[in-house]
């Protein structure tokens, strides 16, 4: 029996198609106040996928959030064809709600053969096997990050350091993040589909290494955070219902303006996929919650 949460990701997956440009995406059960960005940017790369005319890899996703979404209205999905050949293709994905603009989506697509190969090197972390679930890890902190005990998780999440509120609580810093992810459920034999539950999962983490940094979390501190823009670029074929590793950090904060950056590796080591994403993250120090 899969898990429930992760029966909804795949709900919010499967688009409707409306005509050969335009499909409708729903929200799931348990939403942020603001549509979450991963969920979008998944839903974006599922619309432009299914539009393709030849059969091609995902070469990189470009998003820019303009504006927060309504978890109670679906999602216009408006697909332009920019660019069709047996190699080379590119989709633009503009999200729309009520008329409103909310994020545009750049996509590119390639199946360019063999060539050079190398990468940076997977760090050395526990097996997932060997690591707690994060409900273990959210015990006693229900109270300070409920936005997190309560959020959807199809995802399947294995910390290989603390996460930041268990950090914050030991009074620790930590420059990078790095957790094991597979969905909570076995995955159609759909790559885009593997390709979009990393998408969604993309937008999780990131940002986190820009506070612990500073020896701050989410609950404890008083911080706002927004992302402005996120960028995948993809590497090598993804099985998502695998083990793989995110791995992220944050090179540079200033102007009330974060960088997270990230790879996610498979379980044998090889580099999947490249993030990066710029937010903006304010912190008010003085005004930690009780």
Same mark, same amino acid.
Do not use: C
């Given at each position: 029996?899969?898990? $429930? ?21 729903? !929200? $799931? ?9 991963? +969920?979008?940017? @998944? ?7 299914? *539009?393709?005319? %030849?059969? =091609?890899?995902?070469? @990189?996703?470009?998003? %820019? ?43 590119? #697509? ?33 109270? *300070? ?35 094991? =992810?597979? *969905?909570?459920? $076995?995955?159609?034999?759909? $790559?885009?589909? %593997?390709?979009? @539950?990393?998408? /969604? ?28 823009? !996120?960028?995948?670029?993809? !590497?090598?074929?993804? &099985? ?5 590793? /995110? ?22 080591? +090889? ?11 304010? #912190?008010?120090?003085?005004? @930690? &919650?009780?």
């Amino acid at each position: 029996m899969t898990h $429930p949460d992760f029966e909804e990701l795949l709900a919010v997956l499967d688009l409707n198609r409306v005509d050969d440009e335009l499909f409708i995406g729903a !929200h $799931p059960s348990k939403n942020p106040v603001r549509t979450f960005g991963g +969920q979008m940017i @998944a839903q974006a790369f599922v619309a432009g996928g299914r *539009t393709l005319e %030849h059969k =091609l890899s995902p070469s @990189a996703l470009n998003a %820019h959030f303009i504006a927060g979404g309504d978890p109670e209205k679906d999602l216009e999905f408006h697909v332009v064809r920019l660019r069709d050949e047996r190699r080379f293709a590119n989709r633009r994905v503009d999200v729309m709600q009520d008329g409103n603009l909310l994020t545009t989506v750049m996509l590119s #697509y390639m199946n360019a053969g063999r060539g050079l190969e190398h990468s940076v090197p997977a760090p050395e972390v526990p097996h997932p096997d060997t690591l707690p679930k994060i409900d273990e890890l959210l015990k006693g902190y229900e109270k *300070t990050v409920p936005l997190f005990v309560e959020a959807l998780r199809p995802i399947e999440w294995r910390y290989t350091n603390d996460p930041a509120w268990v950090m914050r609580d030991k009074g620790g810093k930590l420059d990078h993040n790095r957790v094991w =992810l597979k *969905t909570e459920g $076995p995955m159609p034999d759909d $790559p885009v589909l %593997h390709g979009a @539950a990393l998408v /969604y999962s993309s937008d999780t983490t990131v940002l986190d290494s820009i506070i612990t940094t500073h020896g701050l979390s989410w609950g404890f501190d008083r911080i706002f955070a927004v992302t402005m823009n !996120h960028s995948v670029w993809f !590497h090598r074929p993804i &099985k998502f219902d695998e083990w793989v590793l /995110y791995s992220t950090t944050s090179p540079v904060a200033a102007e009330s303006r974060g960088l997270g950056t990230g790879h996610f590796f498979d379980a044998s080591g +090889q580099l999947l996929a490249t993030v990066v994403q710029e937010g903006i993250v304010k #912190y008010f120090p003085g005004a @930690a &919650k009780p």
